[in-house]
């Protein structure tokens, strides 16, 4: 239970809080009077003029009809309802934080607890619907409960149960029969969120307010579409009759053409007949679908700042830039939200139960920026090692990653796999095989052939006088490891690949330019075709070579 004191502690307007109001409901419903939730409807025969009315009553205070109609226009106008979910599920979906420098453990641990209840979670879900009204409130009903006096409940209240005060039009004040000025909210008890969107008075600020013509142009545009359809959705019907009919004749003529639109099927006397005449509608669609798709893109640029996700699809590197929600706008939102949290919220509860404080505990709804990580890992993985100093806390704050608690398991890199332990009989001279076996081993044979190819190569190299081998001899001079040999050979045959290629291209440049036909040139072809001997000797030569190196290498 909560005590019938008023506390001493002032509310953000200044005036005390009175604790024993914090546990009884205010803003209850009522079957009929002035917060009745039955019998209102204004969206149906919607006529400009009667919007025009609507929407100048609620600049000056009555905003009932305003407020119906915006609950309306969410039921009835689909995009205008997905692009305002499209922005409240985007706010919803920043988690909350709490700044808390200079201010007590207890109290931040209060604070925590407070905020991580779903029923304030709902609450923070709720009070974005103040986008499309101008406003929204959720009741809280505080009890004592884990040794503080706290939210046990919120209520979502319907925008209609609340009204502005006449003079200012910007304090919100309870809507009660009896009564135009309507009463003063006490302080501490509701959730109280007037989203700025726009300059201005706070009901003048609903997304609803600009939409309602928007929705207007729709409803008419979807009756006339609808009306055009119904013409020019099917053939025309188009019933003869010989100067010979009588007028019964012509009745049933008649009665046959107009039941062929239900029917499809109909019998007329012999020698009358009935054509049908194709009407092209492809009109209809584009005046009518496109001024709705011109106003569709309008209500997603006031709603959501842009089109690109909403109606013209887009690409993932699109996605990447134009997010369902523009950033400039959720930054906004979220800070504005948080502001309200603060403000009705955390500060009367530190109050109430642990007296004013010079710090309080702050929430936040942070929107980091879209990272692309891979740029970042890599421009870090360069700067890092040359000095600069990254803290590690912002990095996670980019990443979106949480500080890992003490007891939690740490990815860590890879650790080099460790080195097999060396054989038992590794500092022993190896074996040799018995005086008495004169049979040769196959290891032995793969010696032998090597060393015999690594001979004959270098007698080679010795004798030719080729570009390659003078290379591959000056290079054994200074004892150049395998692959510079290597490369030092291919580097030397290069030289004279004219003279070696020149057999095998001339010959086919000249029977290219002398045939009179492919026939013909074939034919020269087979008569006296290229000589690839010379190369294919040189290829041989080249090969012995570099096998020779990897031979010697090894």
């Known amino acids: 239970m909560v005590s019938s ?66 609950e309306e226009m969410e039921e009835r106008y689909l995009h205008y309802a ?26 931040t641990d209060a604070v925590g607890e407070l905020i991580d209840d779903d029923g304030f979670k709902e609450a923070k879900g709720t009070l974005p619907d103040g986008i499309n009204n101008g406003y929204a409130c959720v009741e809280m009903m505080w009890e004592y409960e884990r040794k503080y006096l706290r939210p046990v409940e919120y209520l979502d209240r319907d925008a209609r149960f609340f009204q ?10 309870l809507a009660v029969d009896g009564s135009i000025e309507g009463e003063e909210l006490p302080e501490a008890k509701f959730l109280r969120h007037m989203p700025r969107t726009k300059l201005g008075l706070p009901l003048r600020r609903g997304m609803a307010r600009p939409a309602a013509w928007a929705y207007l142009i729709q409803q008419f545009t979807l009756q006339d ?29 008649l009665k046959a053409v107009a039941s062929i639109a239900n029917d499809a099927a109909a019998i007329i006397p012999a020698g009358m007949d009935i054509e049908f005449h194709e009407v092209n509608g492809a009109n209809g669609a584009a005046v009518f679908g496109g001024l709705l798709e011109y ?16 109606d013209d699809g887009s690409s993932l590197g699109q996605a990447k830039i134009h997010n369902e929600v523009r950033l400039d706008i959720l930054r906004a939102d979220c800070r504005q939200l948080a502001i309200t949290i603060n403000r009705d919220l955390i500060k009367p509860f530190v109050d109430l139960n642990f007296g004013p404080q010079e710090h309080y505990p702050f929430v936040e709804l942070p929107v980091p920026d879209p990272e692309d990580v891979k740029a970042l890992s890599d421009s870090l993985g360069v700067l890092v090692p040359l000095g600069l100093r990254v803290s590690q806390n912002e990095i996670r704050e980019k990443l979106g990653l949480s500080d890992p608690k003490a007891d939690e398991e740490i990815l860590k890199k890879a650790e080099p796999a460790a ?22 081993r196959p290891e032995d044979e793969g010696r032998m052939k090597t060393a015999a190819l690594s001979a004959i190569v270098s007698d080679h190299k010795r004798a030719c006088r080729c570009g390659a081998c003078t290379a591959l001899l000056a290079a054994e001079a200074g004892e150049p490891d395998a692959l510079d040999q290597v490369e030092q050979l291919f580097t030397a045959a290069m030289d004279d690949w004219e003279e070696v290629v020149s057999p095998i291209v001339n010959p086919i440049a000249d029977i290219v330019a002398n045939a009179a036909s492919f026939e013909e040139a074939l034919s020269m072809l087979k008569a006296a075709g290229p000589d690839a001997s010379k190369m294919g000797e040189r290829l041989a030569r080249l090969a012995a070579i570099a096998r020779g190196i990897g031979d010697i290498a090894d």
């Open 225 to 253: 579409w609808a009306a055009f359809s119904e013409v020019y959705g099917m053939p025309l019907r188009v019933g003869k009759y010989n100067a010979s009919a009588s007028s019964a004749d012509k009745r049933t003529l």
């Open 5 to 70: 004191r008023t506390s001493s502690i002032l509310g953000p307007d200044g005036r005390p809080i009175v604790v024993s109001v914090l546990a009884e409901e205010i803003a209850t419903p009522t079957v009929a009077g002035v917060r009745r939730t039955h019998e209102d409807r204004v969206a149906s025969g919607l006529t400009p003029e009667r919007l025009g009315t609507i929407l100048r009553d609620a600049a000056e205070g009555n905003a009932r009809a305003y407020l119906t109609l915006a």
């Open 164 to 173: 502005m005060e006449r003079l200012g039009l910007r304090q919100l004040r």
């Open 295 to 310: 106003i569709d893109k309008q209500i997603s640029k006031l709603v959501v700042g842009q089109t690109m996700t909403s």
């Open 419 to 440: 080195e097999p332990p060396p054989p038992a009989d590794a500092g022993k001279p190896a074996k040799q095989p018995p005086a008495n076996d004169d049979e040769p």
């Open 82 to 107: 997905s692009q305002l979910q499209t922005r409240r599920l985007a706010i919803e979906s920043v988690d909350v934080t709490l700044s808390s420098d200079k201010v007590p453990t207890k109290i």
